[in-house]
């Protein structure tokens, strides 16, 4: 059993740690309210209720995982070091393709392990979490990523070792770059695909996304702009994802994270951005 504290307890990091519970580890959930109980739920329906039980949430644990996004990073700076000693291992459980950037900025440099996911989860209230299939993620093939695979055997969440995380971790923002700005700055679910000329803004956008990631030593094949286009197309016209969803909630968007650093390293590597650079200060404009 490992004593693991989740900063972040939505939708993601619920699910998460209730995977943990399962796995017979203590998880100490730490966000801006107390959470002494939830409900887990798979496509709506009641799996499981968690009981927690109260202890000092000041203790430093033998895991750390960062759950919350990468604009709320520097919110949760003095919680975050907080809960780290010298023997902390840190999971970033994030999107986006700068996990271990964004903990050496707030002054964290060692025992980092960058996490791929892929859950579909939604949070539906204080005490609530629904997710549906798929449940797996990647870390890096060494030994911290050995042991937080480890930590999820017999779980609903499989994780597995790669020796590539960072194609990984591009391929992904090759499904969030363009799903989260377009739903956002359209005000529609998936459906809107359908609509005459947005599939061909996602493949421009997935386009941008291989160039620049091939730049960051992603290994990504021209055939995944149309693989994942007809995904798009394929996927339940109501559904949405969790850049959306906090759009609707009135919250701050991960656009940096997935537009944003395109833009960014794109001009680093002297890449063309061409509809990222006009994407991204519109996002940043929404309210």
């Not at 059993?1 to 995977?19: D, E, F, R, S, Y």
């Not at 919350?68 to 700076?77: D, G, L, M, P, W």
């Not at 070792?161 to 700005?181: F, V």
């Not at 809107?192 to 992603?218: L, T």
Request: hydrophobic letters at 40%; charged letters at 20%; one cysteine or more.
């Amino acid at each position: 059993m490992k004593n693991i504290t989740i900063i972040g307890p939505g939708a993601i990091g619920l699910c998460v740690g209730a995977a943990l519970l399962d796995g017979g580890h203590k998880v100490n959930f730490i966000g801006r309210k107390k959470i002494d109980e939830f409900t887990l739920m798979k496509n709506g329906k009641v799996i499981k209720q968690y009981q927690l039980d109260s202890h000092n949430d000041s203790t430093p644990a033998e895991w750390l995982l960062i759950c919350v996004k990468t604009h709320q990073i520097e919110s949760a700076k003095e919680t975050i070091l907080s809960r780290v000693n010298s023997n902390t291992k840190i999971a970033i459980i994030q999107n986006g393709v700068e996990h271990i950037d964004n903990m050496n900025a707030i002054g964290l440099f060692d025992n980092l392990l960058e996490v791929m996911i892929d859950l579909p989860a939604k949070r539906l209230s204080a005490t609530e979490v629904t997710w549906r299939e798929p449940a797996f993620g990647f870390v890096r093939d060494n030994p911290l990523g050995q042991e937080f695979s480890a930590l999820f055997n017999a779980s609903f969440i499989k994780v597995d070792t790669t020796p590539d995380i960072t194609t990984k971790l591009w391929r992904k923002l090759c499904i969030n770059a363009p799903t989260g700005a377009i739903l956002c700055l359209t005000g529609q679910p998936m459906k809107v695909f359908h609509q005459q000329g947005i599939a061909d803004i996602g493949r421009g956008i997935i386009r941008e996304v291989i160039n620049v990631g091939r730049k960051e030593g992603a290994v990504l094949g021209d055939e995944i702009v149309e693989e994942l286009v007809t995904n798009f197309l394929q996927s339940p016209p109501e559904s949405t994802n969790s850049m959306f969803e906090d759009y609707k909630a009135g919250h701050p968007t991960e656009w940096v994270a997935r537009n944003a650093v395109l833009v960014k390293l794109g001009k680093k590597h002297r890449v063309p951005t061409p509809i990222s650079d006009l994407l991204a200060p519109l996002l940043a404009a929404q309210k």
